[in-house]
T-cell receptor
Framework: AQSVTQPDIHITVSEGASLELRCNYS??????LFWYVQSPGQGLQLLLK??????LVQGIKGFEAEFKRSQSSFNLRKPSVHWSDAAEYFC???????????FGSGTQLTVLP | DAEITQSPRHKITETGRQVTLACHQT?????MFWYRQDLGHGLRLIHY???????NKGEVSDGYSVSRSNTEDLPLTLESAASSQTSVYFC?????????????FGEGSRLTVL
């Protein structure tokens, strides 16, 4: 089955430091890729998405992600993390004709003052 | 503003009881989804619907059912609740039917089965 892997369960960074969250997808037809963020007690909010075209996509809250087909990756980055970025982050994909999202297991981000 | 709401937000029930979680969206989206979220598993798809009278099983559909009698609502029913169904449940909807689109999520319903 086509899947999404987030290798890091928990990441801790200091406020102001750069951030990279990893996401790998299994082989399949051109994937449609997403990053969602979940704050405590809340639903998920879309940060950004990749369908086609430019492999570097910009999202909300200063986040960006780069699609690398050769590495089957879609890593999320932010140059300078803010305390309010502490949350859980989910990578997700849709493949081919399917219209359902498949989610990774999530990465919990802690931001130190 | 359009929105998607879930109720109840918190529910405690006993093993064997029937439970229904409500999901209502005001975007007039055709696509609606139910996910459950468990530690270490991310979100897993339970059931989904692409329109009125259409329902489909997802990855973890055993013990759950849904019905779609109108565009706005997709209630999730646990026919006989089990402790393994203790989880946080999220409803979501999306607009595009011909391809991928952004999902809009409710705030979740936390279910505890004792």
């Amino acid at each position: 089955a086509q899947s999404v892997t987030q290798p890091d369960i928990h990441i801790t960074v200091s406020e102001g430091a750069s951030l990279e969250l990893r996401c790998n997808y299994s082989y399949g037809a051109t994937p449609y890729l997403f990053w969602y963020v979940q704050s405590p007690g809340q639903g998920l909010q879309l940060l950004l998405k990749y369908f086609s075209g430019d492999t570097l996509v910009q999202g909300i809250k200063g986040f960006e992600a780069e699609f690398k087909r050769s590495q089957s990756s879609f890593n999320l980055r932010k140059p300078s993390v803010h305390w309010s970025d502490a949350a859980e982050y989910f990578c997700a994909r849709i493949s081919g004709s399917a219209r359902q999202l498949t989610f990774g297991s999530g990465t919990q981000l802690t931001v130190l003052p | 503003d359009a929105e998607i709401t879930q109720s109840p937000r918190h529910k405690i029930t006993e093993t064997g009881r029937q439970v229904t979680l409500a999901c209502h969206q005001t975007w007039n989206h055709n696509n609606m989804f139910w996910y459950r979220q468990d530690l270490g598993h991310g979100l897993r798809l339970i059931h989904y619907s692409y329109g009125v009278q259409d329902t489909n099983k997802g990855e973890v559909s055993d013990g759950y059912s849904v019905s779609r009698s109108n565009t706005e609502d997709l209630p999730l029913t646990l026919e006989s609740a089990a402790s393994s169904q203790t989880s946080v449940y999220f409803c979501a909807s999306s607009e595009r039917t011909g391809g991928p689109g952004e999902l809009f999520f409710g705030e979740g319903s936390r279910l505890t089965v004792l």
